[in-house]
Each structure stands twice: as structure tokens, then as C-alpha cells.
């Protein structure tokens, strides 16, 4: 072989290396809340688009959440790949130590860290973003923001660009006051026309009726089948629009949730063993030196000065003495197991519910009470409270299964699909994802 012919040779596994690792042009992330493995494992659920992925593409087995395992701090994960300890937002809500009604985190400045929305906008791309939470004034083109409990006047204020929300109102569904966002198809709608308009190389979309029917009723029920099948169905609009915009081939389309689920039987309260012991007199003056802030299945114990070690050591004491039959329902997750987390670090220490328990921040009545429907925010060690992920698209190796990986592994899955310059994550590649 002469010389010459090497070099163009070497020249084209060269070019073909760099093309290959362009494995997407387009990236769709979707996240079902409360989305659980089974629901796409087990053939009793009624998701025929996404089984259809999954038998041609890749999934996992169980995605471990963060902790709590929230919507909020896992939807942060998934967008910057670290854990609540670096990226700031650690429950849906801000704790007020006062007691006063808590508020969303739903500004993009209350994210410390860079999201893949700004590295791809860096990157001279059009990104899109829907009903995804902690995104209002976020970096990118198209946005409809998750603003809690806010209203829908405040939702459409930081929607982009201004006036797309009315727009979507008026096309999309015929001159609505306002959009059903509780049913999944309607998010998909809103997607598509996104897709048809823009054809957006980053797009991450937020359903959450599946979580709503699973406080509702628990696991299992008619609301939550009918809350999965209309999140079938939104993927399968989404499907569709992909393919009538010509970017289907090259788009990877990845499912994914944000924490699993719990039924409820009981409720604890521990702020009331708290507020006997004199340990809270009252919150809103300021009189109090430790308590309980609550998210679902797990509670975060505040000292008013966090190097109280001594009020630390009572309530744990308090805790310990409790009788078998009411200790039974949580279990302690230390200050060290939180730090090696990267979990929050503003706390003495956190209890994860155990046996189907939900904590309260209630200050008066029983302690420990009957509960019921389902919950989820419990630390992220069991299997009933992992999700799940569903990767279909070129670059994702066909027939690959994870047997387990986290959410902070979401991100660096993304950037390198879409080849997009970012800082150093916590997560990594699963091993045999990717081609």
C-alpha cells in the first residue's frame, strides 16, 4: 500500500470516527412522574408505545432516585447531572423555619450548577423545555415551566417566547382559559407543535398524572391504570410528531421518571413528640430548637442552631424510646450517610419511612395514625422506589439492559448523544448503553 493511500485511508476512519460519535441530532427526554419499571416490564400495564421502544432500543431494570426522592431535586439531577447537595434544591418546597406556607423552587436561579439547557444553548442550539420544574427563566427557546402551586397567570408569564402559551391556547386547543396540563396527551400536543415548529435538537417534557393517581389510590388502581395508558399515549403522540417532522431516525427518545412509589398506611408526626418535650414551643416567634420539615415518605430534623449537637442527641432519644410498634415505621439516615450522598447538608440528620409509613409536620393530635393512598420521597436504597428508563434512538445499543444506574447518570447519557461541551458530573455512561 503506498503512502498516499494510507493517508486517505487514516483520513477516512478519521472522518468516520467523528461522525459516528454524532449518534443524535435530536434529543427528547420524558419524564413520567412516579414512572416505575414495572410499568413498562409488566405486561398488565397498558403502555404498548413503550414496550414498543424497549423491545427496540434499551432499558433499565431500576433507576435509583436522590434523596428525598421528590420531583423537584430528581428533575434538577436529571438536567445537571449532580446531586441536591451541589445543585440547591432539595425538596419541592423551601423550608420556612417559622412554619409559614412554604413556595416552590421554580426559578432556574435557584440551580447552582450548569443544566444541559445552557450547554446546549451555548452550544448554538434550540432547546425546549415543558412543565418542567425549577425551568422558569431558564435558557432556552420554547419554555412552559412547572410553577407548582403558583397559577396558571404566573405559568404563562415565563412561558417562551412571549405570547407561545396564548398561542398553544387558542391553536392548539381551540381557545381554552387554561391547559389541562393533568392529562398527558394535552403535554404531548403542546410538544408536538413544538416539534412541528422548531424540530428542537434538546427537548425535556414533564407528565405528572401518573403521580397524581398514585397519591390518590396507591400502586394500584383504576386511576392509576388510566393515568399510565394517557402517558402511553402522549408518547406515542410525541412518536408521531417526530416522524411527520422528518427527524425520527435521528432523534434518541429517552423515558424516564423521577422516583417511585409507596402505598401509605400510617402517618407518623414527629414534630408532636418534639413540641411535648418542649423542643418547639412555637415556630412562628422563633421559640423552638429543633424540628421536623417533611417530604412524603421521608423527614429532615433543623436545629435553629445547627452546631446544637445536644438537642441533636435528644431527639434521637426521643426516637430510640420510641416502642417497637411505632419504631418500626422509620429508620435513621445519619449525617454521614447524607453527606456521602450529597444530599442535604443543612440538616442534623433524616428519617426514610419503613413499612408503608408517610411522615406530617402536624404539631398537635396523634403521633402516629392511619394513612392511605401513596407516597414516595424515601431514601433511595429499595426497589419500590426506583424508576425507570426506556432509551430508543440511534446511538443506543439495541437489546442493551442496566441492571441498575441513577439518575445523575441522565446527563452525561444526554451530552455525549448530542456531543455538548459540560463540566464534570457525579454520574457516568452506563456500561453497554451507548454504542
Request: proline fraction near 5%; charge should be neutral.
Amino acid at each position: 500500500m503506498n503512502k498516499k493511500l494510507s493517508i486517505t485511508l487514516i483520513l477516512f476512519f478519521i472522518a468516520a470516527g467523528q461522525l459516528s460519535a454524532q449518534t443524535a441530532k435530536h434529543v427528547i427526554f420524558l419524564t413520567i412522574d412516579g414512572f416505575r419499571p414495572d410499568f413498562y416490564l409488566d405486561s398488565k400495564w397498558h403502555t404498548p408505545n413503550l414496550r414498543a421502544l424497549m423491545k427496540d432500543g434499551a432499558y433499565a431494570k431500576g433507576v435509583n432516585s436522590v434523596f428525598p426522592s421528590v420531583t423537584y431535586p430528581s428533575h434538577t439531577t436529571i438536567i445537571t447531572g449532580v446531586q441536591p447537595a451541589k445543585h440547591g434544591v432539595f425538596y419541592n418546597n423551601v423550608f420556612t423555619p417559622d412554619g409559614a406556607k412554604q413556595q416552590p423552587y421554580w426559578q432556574d436561579s435557584s440551580i447552582h450548577v450548569t443544566t444541559i439547557w445552557k450547554a446546549a444553548k451555548a452550544k448554538g442550539m434550540t432547546v425546549a423545555s415543558l412543565y418542567w420544574p425549577v425551568s422558569a427563566n431558564a435558557p432556552v427557546d420554547y419554555n412552559i415551566p412547572d410553577i407548582g402551586s403558583l397559577g396558571d397567570e404566573v405559568r404563562e408569564q415565563y412561558s417562551l417566547p412571549k405570547g407561545f402559551y396564548a398561542e398553544v391556547k387558542n391553536e392548539v386547543f381551540g381557545g381554552v382559559d387554561k391547559i389541562d396540563a393533568g392529562k398527558n396527551q394535552n403535554v404531548a400536543k403542546i410538544a408536538a407543535r413544538v416539534i412541528s415548529k422548531s424540530k428542537p435538537q434538546l427537548m425535556t417534557i414533564h407528565l405528572f398524572s401518573a403521580d397524581h393517581a398514585q397519591h390518590v389510590q396507591g400502586r394500584e388502581g383504576e386511576e392509576v391504570d388510566e393515568a399510565v395508558a394517557d402517558a402511553d399515549e402522549a408518547v406515542g403522540i410525541i412518536i408521531d410528531a417526530l416522524k411527520a417532522a422528518g427527524i425520527w431516525e435521528n432523534t434518541v427518545f429517552l423515558i424516564g421518571g423521577d422516583h417511585g412509589f409507596y402505598n401509605i398506611k400510617k402517618t407518623i408526626s414527629p414534630n408532636v413528640w418534639l413540641k411535648e418535650a418542649g423542643l418547639i414551643t412555637d415556630l412562628k416567634s422563633g421559640d423552638w430548637k429543633a424540628q421536623f420539615n417533611n417530604a412524603g415518605g421521608s423527614a429532615f430534623l433543623y436545629l435553629k442552631d445547627p452546631s446544637d449537637q445536644a438537642t441533636a442527641k435528644k431527639v434521637k432519644a426521643l426516637l430510640d424510646k420510641q416502642p417497637d410498634s411505632v419504631k418500626q415505621y422509620y429508620r435513621f439516615i445519619s449525617k454521614e450517610q447524607l453527606s456521602k450522598g450529597g444530599f442535604n447538608p443543612n440538616v442534623a440528620f433524616a428519617l426514610t419511612g419503613e413499612h408503608d409509613a408517610t411522615f406530617s409536620t402536624s404539631l398537635t393530635g396523634e403521633a402516629v395514625k392511619a394513612g392511605k393512598g401513596g407516597t414516595h420521597g424515601h431514601f433511595p436504597d429499595t426497589k419500590n422506589i426506583r424508576t425507570g428508563l426506556v432509551a430508543h434512538g440511534p446511538g443506543i445499543r439495541k437489546g442493551a439492559v442496566i441492571e441498575e444506574m441513577n439518575l445523575r447518570d441522565m446527563t452525561p447519557i444526554i451530552v455525549k448523544l448530542l456531543d455538548i461541551p459540560f463540566p464534570q458530573v457525579d454520574g457516568k455512561i452506563p456500561a453497554g448503553l451507548l454504542k
